[in-house]
């Protein structure tokens, strides 16, 4: 399978900063990343794709002046929380879609967000 | 509107107690279906992916099988160590490389 790391894999910050966690596919380039963010006890919940090279697509309700993504490279998605605030605390995590031979996708470790 | 729901929500097994997870599915035109296992504070791992009704795999305790409207989980002699949340994802549609669509998880606890 594929490895995927992200980082910080904690942080906390004050209302109103900006927050960048990063999303690196470690041994293969992924032309596709996904990034989810889940609650306490919730399931996953798409936020947006990101393509190498092409702006992020977001979900319905996703605020994309809020959430910044940057897929700069084959191997490197960033999410941006800007002017957090508490309401956006949660356990953010990437995915990266890996079409070598049957296509899966991988998950990083996730990211915990707490805003105060 | 596609719809992935998991069934039992939380499962409570003895060590060495068999049991099932189911994961059913409403989609229009399923590319895949996807089991994860995550465990507290972390990104979900990847188990199995099917493709096809009637199509099956294992890995140690687990075994996966797929019909056209759900997928189970088989937990044969569970360890407590096979204590995880258990999540159903599904893949929709022709194109490659789309998003997942999780179903809400069975949290899985096996009592020594």
């Known amino acids: 399978g594929a490895v995927v790391s992200q980082h910080p894999s904690r942080v906390i910050c004050k209302s109103g900063t900006s927050v960048k966690i990063e999303c690196r596919s470690l041994d293969f380039q992924a032309t596709t990343m996904f990034w989810y963010r889940q609650f306490p006890k919730k399931s996953l919940m798409l936020m947006a794709t990101?393509?190498?090279?092409?702006?992020?697509?977001?979900e319905q309700g996703v605020e994309k002046d809020k959430f910044l993504i940057n897929h700069a490279s084959l191997t490197l998605s960033t999410l941006t929380v800007t002017s957090a605030h508490p309401e956006d605390s949660s356990f953010y995590i990437c995915?990266?879609?890996?079409?070598?031979?049957?296509?899966?996708?991988?998950f990083g470790p996730g990211t915990r967000l707490l805003v105060l | 509107e596609d719809q992935v729901t998991q069934s039992p929500e939380a499962l409570r097994l003895q060590e060495g107690e068999s049991s099932s997870l189911n994961c059913s599915y409403t989609?229009?035109?399923?590319?895949?279906l996807f089991w994860y296992r995550q465990d507290p504070g972390k990104g979900p791992e990847f188990l199995f992916t099917l493709y096809s009704a009637g199509e099956e795999k294992e890995k140690e305790r687990l075994k996966a099988t797929l019909t056209k409207k759900e997928s189970f989980l088989h937990i044969t002699a569970p360890k407590p160590e096979d204590s995880a949340t258990y999540l159903c994802a599904v893949q929709v549609g022709i194109q490659a490389g789309t998003a997942l669509i999780f179903g809400k998880g069975t949290t899985l606890s096996v009592s020594s």
């Open positions: 995915s990266v879609h890996d079409s070598r031979g049957k296509e899966t996708q991988y």
């Open positions: 990101s393509n190498e090279g092409s702006k992020a697509t977001y």
């Open positions: 989609v229009s035109g399923l590319r895949g």
